[in-house]
């Protein structure tokens, strides 16, 4: 059977993503995956130095995506299907070009967890994310803010003649253009798929990347990698050395067998080859195996405990069985970057496939005939050095230009590319691409001014690179122009040029709001706490009187009414966060986050009875971000009872 390309839909039980929320992510990244300095001591040089090189300090110019909800209903997804005599690959560009299922199709069994449901989550950088498959991370510790966007992808020719998909896009966190090719050779049993990611700036760029495969978490299975040592870290944000398999008295390549989230990046020996499997009881599974500049190899487990659990259910629908990840990376942690030189590029060659081993010998007390066990089979199946010959043949056709259209992704690499001129063969980013979110920032750089909006509606994007500050700086000083200026000054480290920026924009402004709540924002991470309180109120009142119907308006009144919200009982004023939960549309109070601080708010006011009503009652939280302990928190503010199983996502022990 020749290799098939066709277009496909998938259909799930989905919830709907929502709008972008329209304000700027002035905050940093949230801190789950930080490593404290005081555990540092005692790692490699190397490791030390890649942890400390460019760590992401700003989400800008991403928006948050964090207006889906939980409600499903059944939803359709463009799909590219990839199909020979041996596997069924279904790929997702529109999701991050996602691979949503590998099917063997002489046992017909899938090699990956495939999620029957799409439900978003807060995992993502900026907010949303979901479970299964394979994703491709980029830009920095994370999930890639690429989690629920669309890729560009098109046809374009493989080495041996069959049609290969080619997924690309510019991340936005390193203005970083990258692609991902997908090659299902004629007779081979392994998807290959070849990477590159590219710098065409002059300065260097701090690079991440990882491979995450979901697996099954079944009881029998185990998780093989070349490593007698891993590196073990968990939410309580230290990272040590530990010997593999056996562990504080459990065999911690069983994802079943530790009782909290925890993830174990494997210690590959230089020269070693670089792989991972997942095989069940019966020495049966998926295994991925990589050219040596993908070096990192690690396995995220969920736990056994209550926390992670919960998580399980809340990614998926009931009865659904959990998840495990196998990975694979440029550094031996996800804690690191690696630097990458102007006009310089990183790439690779993947493949993934099924692998069967002898069970007993891979679930064997003996580490090294189970993990040499594994090895040889994965030798017998793919040779090391086919997988070397199909880089060295996939490398030059990396450049060629894609035929047909498959999907279209953004048009913020067309900008990138016709503001800078960028030569980029075999990603086109063309002027046709370009939408409305680029259209003033288009007319930036042809013109020098900033355009007035055609109507009345929040900000669209800001854009906060050297050059995009460089031209706001010279255009005509408008309210709109210092406020996005006030945004790139802002994520240059400029703070009080920022505030400066904005409080020009603030003295002409017919819309005071956007500025206000940056300039609120400042006053916060400067620990103002009052005067974040009352610029929040005031901003939060201006939005209201001006806002109309429609997404993007109720997007920007819930953002901002949850900030304002918070930001008055941190300063003990509850009566005024009253004042802002009376004027929220009634939608919105009906929503987790809003219940959530209601009870917050009721206990601030004294009425703990009906603070823990509102618990009683039941909510759900759908933007809860992975590390969040505040329903444990206000939960225990309230009450010495235990906490409810619905609201436990407890990622690591209880602090004492």
Request: glycine letters at 10%.
């Amino acid at each position: 059977m020749a290799t098939i390309v066709r277009r496909s839909v998938v259909t799930l039980p989905a919830a709907p993503l929502g709008p972008e929320n329209p304000l700027p992510t002035l905050g940093g990244p949230a801190e789950v995956h930080a490593l404290d300095e005081r555990a540092q001591g005692g790692l490699p040089r190397e490791m030390v130095r890649q942890i400390g090189y460019e760590p992401l300090r700003s989400l800008l110019p991403v928006r948050m995506l964090d207006g889906y909800r939980r409600e499903r209903a059944q939803g359709e997804f463009e799909s590219v299907v990839l199909e020979n005599a041996h596997l069924r690959v279904t790929v997702l560009p529109s999701l991050g070009g996602r691979v949503h299922s590998i099917v063997h199709l002489a046992t017909g069994r899938e090699l990956l967890y495939r999620n029957p449901v799409f439900q978003p989550a807060a995992f993502a950088l900026n907010g949303a994310w979901f479970s299964g498959g394979i994703e491709w991370n980029i830009g920095a510790t994370g999930h890639t803010t690429l989690s629920c966007a669309p890729l560009h992808a098109a046809l374009v020719p493989a080495p041996d003649g069959t049609p290969m998909v080619r997924m690309w896009e510019w991340e936005r966190l390193r203005d970083l253009p990258f692609q991902v090719d997908l090659w299902l050779p004629e007779d081979s049993e392994f998807l290959f798929v070849g990477v590159r990611v590219r710098n065409p700036h002059e300065r260097p760029a701090p690079v991440y990347w990882w491979s995450n495969i979901a697996v099954p978490e079944d009881p029998g299975t185990r998780v093989l990698a070349p490593a007698d040592e891993a590196w073990h870290f968990g939410y309580e944000r230290a990272l040590r050395r530990i010997p593999v398999p056996r562990w504080e008295g459990a065999d911690r390549t069983y994802p079943l067998r530790g009782e909290y989230p925890a993830d174990y990046f494997y210690e590959v020996a230089e020269g070693e080859r670089p792989w991972i499997a997942s095989l069940d009881e019966g020495g049966y599974g998926l295994a991925q195996t990589s050219t040596a500049r993908l070096r990192g190899r690690k396995l995220f487990v969920w736990g056994a405990g209550r926390g992670g659990r919960r998580w399980q259910e809340w990614l998926t629908e009931p009865g659904t069985s959990g998840y495990a990840e196998i990975q694979a990376g440029l550094a031996r942690t996800q804690l690191e970057h690696v630097r990458l030189e102007g006009g310089a590029e990183f790439s690779w060659l993947e493949a993934y496939g099924p692998l069967a081993a002898a069970a007993g010998a891979v679930h064997g007390d003996d580490w090294a005939a189970a993990r040499g066990e594994a090895g040889r089979a994965l030798e017998a199946a793919l040779p090391r050095e086919r997988v070397d010959a199909a880089y060295a043949r996939w490398l030059p056709y990396a450049d060629h230009e894609p035929g047909e259209r498959l999907a279209a992704g953004s048009g913020w690499g067309a900008l990138e590319v016709l503001c800078g001129g960028h030569e980029l063969p075999g990603t086109p980013f063309v002027e046709a691409d370009l939408g409305e979110a680029q259209e003033p920032w288009s007319q930036l750089w042809r013109t020098g001014v900033f355009p007035s909006p055609r109507r009345v509606a929040p900000p669209g994007p800001s854009l906060v690179a050297a050059h995009w500050r460089d031209m706001l700086e010279t255009a005509p000083a408008d309210p709109l122009t210092e406020y996005h200026l006030g945004v790139a000054q802002w994520h240059a480290g400029d703070v009080a040029q920022a505030v400066r920026s904005w409080e020009r924009g603030l003295a002409l402004a017919p819309s005071r709001w956007p500025l206000l709540r940056c300039m609120a924002v400042a006053d916060r991470l400067a620990g103002d706490k009052e005067r974040a309180a009352q610029r929040y109120a005031e901003a939060f009142d201006d939005l209201v009187e001006e806002s109309r119907g429609g997404a993007a308006w109720t997007a920007a009144e819930a953002a901002l009414g949850r900030e304002a919200m918070t930001a008055l009982l941190a300063a003990g004023r509850p009566a005024r966060a009253r004042a802002v939960w009376e004027r929220l549309r009634p939608a919105l109070r009906e929503q987790g986050r809003f219940l959530l601080l209601a009870a917050r708010m009721l206990a601030a006011e004294g009425h703990v009875g009906a603070a823990l009503r509102v618990f009683e009652e039941g909510f759900e939280v759908a933007d809860l971000r992975e590390g969040d302990e505040e329903l444990g928190e206000v939960w225990t503010a309230l009450t010495d009872r235990p906490l409810p199983r619905r609201y436990d996502f407890r990622m690591r022990p209880s602090r004492t």
